[in-house]
């Protein structure tokens, strides 16, 4: 038996927690014994529809109590897991069913297991000659006992971001998860004693499936988990659930912070809850913008929370979840370094007082247990602390590779490193900066220019809707690469207030990179695409821009 599997049916046995679901309407608990015995049941009915050791299973549900009891009934069985992007009221089901297909052929699932609210989604997986199972049915079977699996036996199959048209999933491995998921909970200090998580994260991305919903099951740790849906009905109910339960855990995106402070500040009152049990609120998944961190401290110490909890992250699927976070009890801390070395030499020089134009980056904290980092240029050459360049990583966590149409690509080179695709540095004290992407990082005039701050410029215009601005490389690779700005509004029909926008996003670009954008353009709500954890497609943006 791996240590992941023979660890966590073991806490299932023995740990009092549990996994708490269906707020806020029809709240319910059950202990992870509850939870490992319709594992169980499930891994039974997985048993006679002939799933078994080695086959790779698609899965498409969306409530936390069906899912965190179908991964175990897989692992039981020595199958993966793979959940699959989930269809929303806005999606066009023919497109998704095309590239659900896709995805389903890549990974050669066996089977889907589907459940609510994706029932609907059935005919269209049986046309396509895809076995349907659903969770409903495999609960009615016989429980059985678990077969055995190996450190190296393929546990997840994770989707990466955006994985539409050229999908490839990241394998992670029982000997990842083990790895990684010790040292997260060795990082974050956790006490499965009193620490109570709290997590909305959808569970078909990374941090939310693996970070908070795998982790905790795998220790028996006390689990209050909704749905996204849940949370973006009601983007108040975060805080109160964690007023509710005691809350000592959560985690979310940047963007999900900025909504949140946005609805402290304009529909609560301080003492409808309290927020003073949090002492562990991780941001990651995307770039943590040190004025939204600090904006929401602010917004919520009314509600008891501690500056010291925001604690700024880095991780990715191919690492199985986590790289790097801030020191609990640490706090946001920033490195505020001097704009025109950092874009001119690539060098994260620290600010002098008086001087210049500062940019301020969040410290992600000290590398995990089990990963090692190194920044290298692009002819390969390892760079000094405070030089910006490539971030790649070696370790225990790294995935072996990704499968995709065209079979296995390995992620790691003959000495093991994984190249992250990721622009940053290593502080003096070996703690991890993020600058950006690679493939989006404007380069004008011998600068570089990086879009999150193009973004940031343009999100402090009056009108441009928080988290919905994004700056679109153009004639990448040429002599004269520029860019142009995209932003939502709600004012997007009315003709003088879009004319202001223009302008005032230009000057604020302008004042911020000392460039100016070829073309600013101002759309509807929910026009940018997106990713399905909230993250900003810049290279599928181009379209909107009109150059």
């Known amino acids: 038996m791996s240590r992941f599997t023979d660890t966590m049916y073991a806490n299932a046995r023995l740990s009092p927690n549990g996994l708490v679901t269906g707020e806020p309407h ?86 889907v297991v589907v459940s609510d609210p994706f029932l609907a989604a059935i005919p269209v997986l049986k ?60 990082g974050a200090e956790v006490n499965t004693d009193t620490d109570v998580i709290v997590s909305w994260l959808p569970l078909f991305h990374d941090m939310g499936m693996t970070g908070f919903l795998t982790v905790p099951m795998y220790f028996g740790a006390e689990l209050v988990k909704i749905t996204p849906m849940d949370f973006l009905t009601d983007i108040l109910l975060w805080p109160r659930l964690i007023d509710k339960y005691g809350g000592t855990m959560t985690a979310a995106p940047n963007f999900a912070y900025v909504l949140l402070a946005k609805r402290l500040r304009r529909n609560a009152t301080p003492g409808e809850f309290d927020l003073s049990s949090l002492r ?40 199985t979840v986590a790289v790097s976070f801030s020191k609990c009890g640490g706090g946001l801390v920033v ?43 692009e002819d390969g050459n390892l760079l000094p602390a405070r030089a910006v360049g490539v971030i790649e990583l070696r370790g225990q966590p790294v995935t072996a590779g990704y499968i995709t149409k065209g079979g296995f690509i390995e992620a790691r080179d003959n000495q093991g490193w994984y190249d992250t695709g990721d622009l940053g540095y290593l502080t003096d ?19 570089n220019i990086y879009p999150t701050d193009i973004e940031r410029a343009a999100s402090r215009v009056r009108g441009v809707r928080p988290g919905c601005a994004v700056a679109v490389r153009l004639d990448a690779g040429h002599s004269r690469e520029s860019f142009a700005v995209a932003v939502e509004s709600n ?57």
Not at 287 to 297: G, H, K, N, S
Request: hydrophobic fraction near 45%.
């Open 335 to 377: 490195d505020e370094v001097d704009t025109d070395l950092l874009a001119a030499l690539r060098r994260a020089i620290p600010a002098s007082k008086g001087g210049g134009k500062t940019t301020r980056l969040a410290i992600l904290g000290p590398l995990l247990a089990g990963l090692e980092a190194r920044i290298i240029d």
């Open 26 to 111: 029809h709240p319910i608990r059950h202990t992870w014994r509850e939870v490992h015995e319709r594992a169980r049941r499930i891994a039974g009915g997985l048993a006679a529809a002939g799933i078994g050791p080695g086959d790779a299973i698609g899965v498409l549900a969306g409530a936390p109590v069906e899912i965190a009891p179908t991964a175990q009934g897989l692992w039981m069985r020595g199958a993966s897991m793979t959940m699959l992007h989930q269809p929303t009221p806005r999606t066009d089901l023919v497109s998704w069913a095309v590239d659900t297909i896709a995805v389903i052929d890549m990974i050669a699932a066996k089977a």
């Open 429 to 447: 004290g070996g703690q991890m900066v993020v600058c950006g992407r690679v493939k989006d990082v404007i380069i004008m005039a011998g600068r």
């Open 280 to 319: 562990w609120a991780l941001s990651g998944a995307e770039q943590v913008e040190p004025a939204d961190v600090e904006e929401l401290i602010e917004a919520a110490a009314p509600y008891g929370l501690r500056p010291s909890a925001m604690l700024p992250a880095y991780g990715m699927a191919e690492t």
């Open 127 to 186: 046309e396509h000659g895809v076995l349907v199972l659903t969770v409903v049915d495999l609960l009615e079977a016989t429980p059985i006992d678990p077969v055995d699996t190996a450190e190296s036996d393929v546990a997840l199959m994770q989707l990466t971001s955006g994985s539409t048209g050229s999908p490839k999933a990241v394998q992670i491995t029982f000997d990842n998860l083990v790895s990684n998921a010790e040292a997260m909970f060795t």
């Open 491 to 547: 004012a997007f029909e009315d003709a003088g207030e879009v004319r202001r926008i223009k302008h005032d996003v230009a000057h604020e670009v302008v004042t911020e990179v000392d460039m100016r954008p070829r073309n600013v353009v101002v759309l509807s709500p929910g026009t940018i695409p997106k990713t399905p954890s909230g993250k900003l497609r810049r290279s599928h943006s181009a379209a909107l821009v009109g150059c």
